[in-house]
């Protein structure tokens, strides 16, 4: 039997209000969402794996210099770039991570290597730049992640020490955490996510994107999640394996199950952000509890979306049904 195939995508969540971006700029970032969905997607009408299918976007997603992942990632204190990435098969729950890692130019396979080469799960720092450096990856030298966006956004954190949080002050700290879902074919699922992490983090600080879990989960018995948000409080709330859990113990469906853990716990402690997640029923499901989210969408009828605020939602192409 051949089981529909599913994908969405998600650039980061935060206070993405209206008229901050110029047209042209809106425009060239829902390009960048559509391509990226379009890389995964193909891969999945070519019945190639939904593990393949989530990571192409996100490396498409990593290559784009707008979103805080591979180039264009945020700085830290210390002036340079750590990046945390997770990917994870719904087919037997196996699952690679890197944190903190410095010089591989796709971070997310960096964490697929992980997951194909080692006995681990989670790899991070020192450790795991030396792993990463005997794969065959392609690696940089970490100034190749500046960008002079993200370099302004810093300096402009560290004059204002308190606004360290994910609470976009101005338009230059609007673009974030990549991360993609997948449904294949044969009814895998599959998550990957990649991150920059927050702009200025200090003491190996390590977010919720590459703890399998919080920021990135995928089991066929539920559904694949990739998040994006605060990730303290995505840690706290064990968001990504909460809405899964909710549907084995209670049998919700996707959408409720993510209604009630990011417009419910994760909302209720104070945490913002969101989440893309597809079920192994083609359900889709794109929850946020902040006023926009970076996202692009296939719906069951084919056709492709992408949006930035709240109401927003752009169709691209009408696609035969699959
Ligand atoms: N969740 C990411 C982190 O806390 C940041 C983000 O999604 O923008 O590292």
Known sequence: M????????????????????????????????????KAGLSILEEGGSALDAAQASVVELEECPWFNAGRGAVFTDKGDHEMDAAIMSGDNREAG?????????????????????????????VGADQFVAAQALEHVDNAWFDTELRRRQWQAQRLNPQALSLEPGGIEKKFGTVGAVALDRSGQVAAATSTGGITNKRYGRIGDTPLIGAGTWADNRSAAISATGHGEFFIRCAVAHDIAARMR???????????????????????????????????????????????A????????????????????VQEATT
């Not at 969540?13 to 209206?18: C, D, E, P």
């Not at 069951?300 to 691209?316: F, P, S, V």
């Open 249 to 295: 113990y209670t049998g919700a469906r996707l959408r409720k199950a993510c209604d009630q853990v990011v417009l419910g716990e994760l909302k209720a402690l104070g945490g913002n952000g969101g989440v893309v997640a597809v079920a192994p029923n083609g359900d889709t499901a794109l929850v946020f509890n902040t006023p926009g989210m970076y996202r």
């Open 2 to 37: 051949t089981s529909p195939i599913a994908i969405a995508l998600h650039g980061g969540a935060g206070v993405l209000q209206a008229g901050v971006l110029s047209a042209e700029d809106e425009n060239a970032v829902h390009a960048s969402l559509l391509s990226a969905l």
């Open 297 to 316: 969408w296939r719906d069951a009828e084919g056709g492709l979306h992408t949006a930035i605020y709240a109401a927003e939602d752009r169709l691209h």
């Open 97 to 125: 991570a890197v944190a903190g890692i410095h010089f591989a130019r796709n971070p997310i396979k960096a964490a697929r290597a992980v997951l194909e080469h080692s006995d681990h799960v989670l790899l991070s720092g």
